[in-house]
């Protein structure tokens, strides 16, 4: 039987194409997400997109545009940048686009 590949979309970060799956990432590990930048290729796991998508989602896009920046300053903008759109959806009945 065929490996279920999971959900893709495919986007361009600085210039190149890159992979989003939304599928449990593929290293050993109790990781949410992972950003492979040797194949340009995102990870999100899914039960983890359901309580921390945008926060998540920004974390991976991070690491991928600025691979060498610190942890600690991907952890900081993505937990800023899912608290402020969780705060933008709350005054706008819910949506965030």
């Known amino acids: 039987m065929p490996k279920r590949r999971g959900r893709a979309k495919r986007v361009q970060i ?3 194409r890159w992979t989003i799956r939304l599928q449990r990432p593929p290293e050993k590990g109790p990781y949410d997400g992972l950003c492979v930048k040797d194949d340009r290729t995102i990870y999100l796991h ?3 997109v359901k ?3 945008i926060e998540l989602v920004c ?4 690491h991928a545009r600025l691979f ?3 942890e600690e300053a991907v952890e900081e903008i993505g937990r800023l940048c899912g608290e402020v759109c969780a705060w933008v959806a709350k005054h706008n009945d819910g949506v965030i686009i």
Do not use: M, V
């Open 14 to 16: 600085d210039g190149h």
């Open 46 to 48: 899914p039960d983890a």
């Open 51 to 53: 309580s921390r998508g």
């Open 59 to 62: 974390h991976e896009l991070i």
């Open 68 to 70: 060498d920046i610190d």
